[in-house]
């Protein structure tokens, strides 16, 4: 008994906790088993680690925030056009962020680039990386209020620690100069540093709209993000559209109207 309590201290010590909970279960089918010493000690050791990893990757996947969790096996290639699954492939290898590449995802409404997006920073998670996504609403906001209350330093610190950070839905709303040049900060304190993936509705030549019609700020944000790049161009109707078509919920003259809002958002982008 005193034993156990003693190996209960000291794993408690050196943070084994799952050792604490199976060294006894693992003796008893070691005795069984005839295992040797180094097997039984291999088998406790494996046990720790595979639950540290567990742990690990729970933890970093909630820090993650991701609005959802999608998988690169779940991306329907046959749906869009311009995805090429060997270049997917080759980026899922995660080189991109050794190398502090970065991706941009561009298309509109729906073909897929979000879900992309999260695929790859979730197969980035499972593989240890630190990853953090947002939506660009939302992280100019944080960067306006960490202004206001004069902690923008710490603000940007934060940006910079994730080893990829996914920035979602850049275009569907325009820039005021402040907000323009949060951007500009965020993505220069980047450059080089980490990898970044964003989405966005618009090609580029019409990014300065995006960026309060400010040419200076859009060419030096462009220069960073294309710099050591990946781009796709996904083309394609919107998944959610083709899921509610197929359940039936549109009828042929909404169907119509659909089609006519869609053919008018290409022209646009």
């Known amino acids: 008994m005193e034993l156990n309590k003693n190996i209960t201290k000291l794993c408690s010590e050196l943070k084994l906790s799952t050792i604490s909970e199976e060294y ?28 540290k990893m ?25 749906f869009t056009v311009g995805v090429n699954s060997k270049q997917i492939d ?12 970065n991706i941009i995802l561009l298309g ?3 073909v897929g680039k979000t879900h992309l997006a999260i695929a790859l920073a979730y197969k980035a998670v499972q593989n240890r990386f630190k990853v953090k996504f947002t939506s660009i609403a939302d992280l100019l906001a944080h960067a306006s209020t960490a202004k206001r209350e004069k902690k923008y330093d710490a603000f ?16 569907y709303f325009n820039m005021s100069k402040e907000e323009a ?11 080089e540093r980490g990898s970044t993936i964003l989405t ?12 309060a019609n400010d040419k200076v700020v859009t060419t030096a944000i462009l220069d960073r993000v294309l710099h050591h790049s990946h781009i796709i161009n996904i083309q394609g109707d919107s998944y959610r559209l083709k899921e ?6 549109f009828n042929s003259g909404l169907l119509n109207n659909k089609e006519k809002i869609t053919e008018n958002s290409k022209k646009i982008v």
């Open 24 to 51: 006894h279960t693992i003796a008893t089918t070691a005795a069984k088993e005839s295992w040797t010493y180094i097997q039984f000690l291999n088998e406790l050791l494996q046990l720790e680690i595979d639950a």
């Open 108 to 110: 509109q409404s729906g």
């Open 156 to 171: 940007l610190k934060t940006v910079v620690m994730p080893s990829l950070l996914i920035i979602d839905e850049i275009g």
């Open 181 to 191: 040049n949060h951007f500009f900060q965020i993505i220069s304190k980047r450059y």
């Open 54 to 78: 567990k742990r690990s990757k729970k933890m970093l996947t909630k820090f993650a925030g991701f609005p959802a969790i999608k998988t690169l096996e779940g991306f329907d290639y046959n």
């Open 244 to 249: 509610k078509k197929e359940a039936g919920l």
């Open 200 to 211: 966005s509705n618009l090609v580029f030549s019409k990014w300065t709209s995006i960026f």
């Open 90 to 101: 080759e980026l899922a290898s995660l080189e991109f962020i050794k190398k502090n590449e």
